[in-house]
């Protein structure tokens, strides 16, 4: 079933992709025969380069967060928004368009393999999903109507908020939870994933499930709102306050990215804040960046590499901040 599906979602990009690179040609000869006033209607911001450097420029850039983001443990929107979005001469509203589309893209081709190896769990996943879709449907939908200003002064307090949550969590593997809760044990939320390093089966169960509940209300509104994906805060909750083993916390949580970043994502389409030649160098850079990231993954030191990513959040979002404040423009 789960192959199945899985070639399914592999069809389904390669005809999404092909679509969106021939929008993407139609769009490039809007923007060279219309000059300025098209570059606007896309949401590029008028400047001295021609308008294809920007696209080019962001798939180098999607390529290289797509290489940290792995490395780090994080959600590529987590740095795509406030660094695109404060560097690039894009609108707000399709930077963090693009950045749901992109998560979604990413998620969608590992949902499938992770529920089939054991290390996503569909029953720790459903309850929580459908709290987080609805609230990041509002919050897509309260995002899109608010200044510009007030969302980049509320974006950049949230990116400094997640450097400090970067910072201080820890991530035990084995979480120890004495007893489940009532609620956990009535939707029968638990499992039995295999080791693979220690070729042991872990058994787990989860506790505080009314708190994750509204702590993924939170999450969804903010992803929703900013367009950052929920992995920089799913996985926490998942693992420090449910008590769900790390793995299944890490792979759990990339599948609940692919329903909640779906879910806000409708909005900002339907609102027609997602354009193709923004979102098509965003996922493709993501995508072959990623693939490099796990290759990498290995060698690399996850402190350091939190460190950078720590470092890039923080200058992003004090620029961000700055920003809506009319201090750096």
């Known amino acids: 079933m789960f192959g199945t599906v899985q070639r399914m979602v592999r069809r389904s990009s390669i005809i999404l992709v092909a679509a969106w690179l021939a929008v993407v040609c139609g769009v490039g000869v809007a923007l060279a025969s219309d000059g300025e006033a098209a570059a606007a209607s896309a949401g590029v911001a008028a400047t001295g380069a021609p308008w294809w450097v920007w696209p080019l420029l962001l798939l180098a850039v999607c390529f290289l967060l797509g290489v940290v983001s792995v490395l780090a443990g994080v959600g590529g ?48 996943a459903a309850p929580l999903a459908l709290v987080a879709s609805c609230s990041s449907m509002a919050g897509a939908m309260i995002g899109l109507v608010l200044p510009a200003d007030v969302v980049n002064i509320a974006l950049g307090v949230t990116i400094l908020a997640i450097v400090v949550i970067l910072l201080l969590s820890r991530n035990p593997e084995y979480p120890e939870v004495p007893e489940a809760d009532a609620l956990s044990q009535a939707l029968r939320i638990t499992g039995i994933y295999h080791e693979a390093a220690t070729g042991r089966d872990i058994p787990w169960k989860v506790h505080r499930t009314p708190v994750g509940l509204l702590l993924f209300v939170a999450v969804g509104m903010i992803a929703g709102m900013f367009g950052l994906g929920a992995g920089w805060a799913s996985t926490p909750v998942l693992n420090l306050v449910m008590g769900v083993p790390l793995k299944v916390a890490v792979s759990t949580s990339s599948f609940l990215i692919s329903i909640t970043g779906t879910s806000a994502a409708w909005v900002y389409i339907n609102r027609g804040a997602v354009l193709p030649v923004l979102v098509v160098p965003s996922v493709i850079g993501v995508m072959l960046g990623a693939r490099l990231g796990v290759r990498l993954l290995a060698r690399a030191k996850p402190s350091s590499i939190r460190s950078v990513v720590a470092g890039l959040l923080l200058f992003s979002g004090v620029r961000a901040l700055l920003k809506g404040l009319g201090v750096w423009n």
């Not at 404060?86 to 499938?112: E, I, K, N, Q, W």
């Open 77 to 124: 929107g987590v740095l795509f928004v406030p660094i695109v979005g404060g560097f690039f001469p894009f609108g707000l509203d399709f930077v963090r368009g693009a950045a749901l589309v992109m998560g979604v893209a990413g998620t969608l081709s590992a949902g499938p393999r992770l529920l089939r190896q054991g290390l996503a769990d569909f029953r720790l």
